[in-house]
């Protein structure tokens, strides 16, 4: 089934969603972190042989550092896209170009 042209109009139901119940993981971070546990579950149950594209947050300062570290290394991606500013404007995010020496050692929310 072809998945080409504006999204809808290839609209289909997800195979599997949870309700988080914000649109911020701020105030319930595990929570959050364990709702994409689940989600990998299902898919390592259910998906295998399709590709995971997982679309984070885009919280990129504060606590949403850590907490995309959890979500990286929870998941185990084989590749990362880091969209960034134009060159040299950073407009206050904390993350830095992801790559896997920053990976490996940095700090995250629950996992270490």
């Known amino acids: 089934e072809s998945v080409h042209g ?25 929570f959050y972190i364990s709702l994409i546990k689940l989600c990998l579950n299902h ?7 399709s590709p995971l594209i997982v679309n984070t947050c ?3 300062n504060g606590l949403g550092v850590p907490i995309f570290h959890d979500i990286v290394r929870t998941i185990k991606p ?9 060159k040299g ?4 995010q904390e993350l830095p170009t ?6 490996s050692s940095a700090q995250g929310w629950s996992l270490k």
Request: proline share 9%.
């Open 78 to 86: 084989s590749h990362i896209v880091q969209l960034v500013l134009g």
């Open 89 to 92: 404007s950073t407009d206050g």
């Open 43 to 49: 898919y390592h149950t259910h998906s295998k042989d």
């Open 6 to 30: 504006p999204s809808f109009t290839h609209l289909r139901p997800a195979e599997k969603a949870y309700f988080f119940g914000d649109n911020t993981p701020k105030l319930q971070p595990d």
């Open 98 to 103: 992801l790559n896997p020496t920053y990976l």
């Open 58 to 60: 885009g919280w990129t």
